[in-house]
């Protein structure tokens, strides 16, 4: 069990567009879930964290009207990168964590997105 | 201020052969550790989790250890093969708190 899925897995959009990533858990119920930007050779760099119901609280520096969260439901939330730049490429990643199941974070495969 | 430090930053092996990485952190309260592994363009998944009073734990050819005293982590991988070539992440989570904090990661790359 603990399975996280991420729809698109790649995704190739023009500058000055938005795009939707959505992250889901399919067999547990997730009150919190975890945005991540990683760029090539680096590690995970939490962008915000959702629960749901709720507004997401974003780490410093990010921009929370570029990347707008949604978290409605608790098996899906949405990342939506808005007005996207060439410098907003990167590899997306979430994660959630089950209810009640202590603080252990299931991953999602990630998000290739690329601006061109 | 919570942090966690891995080492070495890359490492290239044979396969066959054994390699350890290492992670030091300063998190506190511990609560627990977590060995990934990331694939390149995949997300972490998770290899080990030990908590304090654990000091070994093994997942096949993996096997972690922890000395909660000096707050140190090892990794060993055992009789590497080509598909260990990875990114290895170490991720200490903090008492009272549901965010971890992530090391840079190992890049280990298994040779033939």
């Known amino acids: 069990g603990a399975v996280v899925s991420q729809h698109p897995s790649r995704v190739i959009c023009k500058s000055g567009t938005s795009v939707k990533i959505e992250c889901r858990s399919l067999?547990?119920?997730?009150?919190?879930m975890f945005w991540y930007r990683q760029f090539p050779k680096q590690s995970l760099m939490l962008m915000a964290t959702?629960?749901?119901?709720?507004?997401?609280?974003?780490e410093q520096g990010v921009e929370k009207d570029k990347f707008l969260i949604n978290h409605a439901s608790l098996t899906l939330s949405t990342l939506t990168v808005t007005s996207a730049h060439p410098e907003d490429s990167s590899f997306y990643i979430c994660?959630?964590?089950?209810?009640?199941?202590?603080?252990?974070?299931?991953f999602g495969p990630g998000t290739r997105l690329t601006v061109t | 201020k919570n942090q966690v430090e891995q080492s070495p930053q890359s490492l290239i092996i044979l396969e066959g052969k054994n390699c350890t990485l290492q992670?030091?952190?300063?998190?506190?309260?511990?609560?627990?550790l977590r060995w990934y592994k990331q694939d390149t363009g995949r997300g972490p998944v998770s290899l080990t989790i030990?908590?304090?009073?654990?000091n070994t734990k093994s997942n096949g050819r993996y096997t972690a250890t922890l000395d909660a005293d000096t707050k140190q982590s090892s990794l060993h991988i055992t009789a590497s093969q080509l598909s260990d070539s990875a990114s290895y992440i170490c991720?200490?989570?903090?008492?009272?708190?549901?965010?971890?904090?992530f090391g840079r990661g190992t890049s280990l790359i298994v040779h033939p």
């Open positions: 992670c030091n952190y300063t998190v506190s309260p511990f609560s627990n």
């Open positions: 994660s959630a964590q089950r209810a009640g199941g202590g603080n252990e974070q299931y």
């Open positions: 067999d547990f119920q997730a009150t919190t």
């Open positions: 991720v200490v989570s903090a008492g009272g708190s549901y965010i971890p904090t």
């Open positions: 959702s629960n749901e119901g709720s507004k997401a609280t974003y």
């Open positions: 030990m908590t304090f009073s654990e």
